[in-house]
């Protein structure tokens, strides 16, 4: 199957989000899940990056590596299965050490993970998690932005201005309203970046999204934390799928500026979001 030129990528600059994963239970039981959801196949069982136990298995579409599965440690203090964001950074070092000075934690030290790169796991001054990534072993995801594939990835915070102070310091962002000045959007831009469709209602700079907690996006959960968003062709008949797979519609489909969304979760209670785009004006 051929892609646009725009949705396929071999590189990424730094400050950009780069990768997604979700670490599971019982892998096996994901990979069945997001196999039949979304056409992936996968490459694997690969070894999980550095001492830890378990599969690591690389989703692919048309070829092209999209995400990753894996095993989640079965040890005290491991975080819960959930998708997790890598952004691309030129030293993982030197990104660790710029988000403890604004007020973050590093969680787990750098390690070679594929096909992300080096990485660290870091939280952001309000606890959310994501990992800082190194194109030293890989490069991250090769298609994007296209039905099945990732789309974007979304902080959802208790602490809005803190936020747009942290990830201005550590990766350059520059926050802009979205969608009306009652809007809850936050775009975050990061100047000279071109990515996304050229026909999509939002900046082509822009390289993830914030939302307060509450309200729909959050699926329910009241702290801090990063979502990952899937594009699909039609997000009521993604929701239909999703259930008759043993997942669970979080949030039925509802409309955002210029997107129809739905809040999804998969059988081990994994939560993500789909959407597609809609005729909607975002400047309405």
């Known amino acids: 199957m051929s892609y646009p030129a725009w949705s396929m990528r071999e590189t990424y600059p730094a400050g950009v989000p780069c990768w997604v994963e979700t670490l599971q239970p019982d892998v096996q039981a994901a990979?069945?899940?997001y196999g039949a959801l979304f056409g992936w196949q996968f490459d694997g069982p690969g070894r999980m990056p550095g001492a830890a136990e378990g599969d690591y298995f690389?989703?692919?579409?048309?070829g092209r590596a999209v995400a990753g599965i894996g095993s989640l440690a079965d040890r005290p203090g491991a975080p819960e299965p959930a998708w997790t964001t890598h952004i691309r950074v030129d030293s993982v070092d030197e990104a660790a050490e710029k988000a403890t000075e604004a007020g973050g934690t590093v969680h787990d030290r750098a390690l070679d993970e594929h096909p992300a790169g080096r990485v660290a796991l870091v939280a952001d001054q309000a606890g959310a998690r994501f990992c800082v990534s190194e194109a030293s072993a890989g490069k991250g995801a090769q298609l994007i932005n296209t039905p099945r594939a990732w789309d974007m990835s979304s902080l959802r915070t208790t602490d809005l201005e803190g936020s747009n102070r942290f990830y201005g310091s550590v990766f350059g962002w520059q926050p802009e309203a979205f969608g009306g000045s009652d809007s809850r959007i936050t775009l975050w831009r990061l100047p000279g970046y071109a990515?996304?469709?050229?026909?999509?209602?939002?900046?082509?700079?822009?390289?993830?999204?914030?939302?307060?907690?509450?309200?729909?996006?959050?699926?329910?959960?009241?702290?801090?934390?990063?979502?990952?968003?899937?594009y699909c062709e039609d997000v009521a008949a993604t929701a239909d799928l999703a259930a008759r797979l043993g997942g669970t519609v979080i949030v039925s489909p509802y409309d955002n500026p210029g997107f129809r969304n739905a809040v999804l979760a998969d059988p081990q209670g994994v939560a993500f979001s789909v959407s597609q785009q809609s005729d909607e004006d975002p400047d309405s």
């Open 195 to 230: 990515g996304g469709q050229p026909q999509q209602p939002a900046p082509r700079d822009v390289v993830a999204v914030m939302t307060p907690v509450g309200g729909p996006s959050s699926a329910g959960r009241p702290d801090a934390h990063w979502s990952v968003d899937f």
């Open 58 to 62: 690389v989703a692919r579409l048309g």
């Open 31 to 33: 990979l069945d899940f």
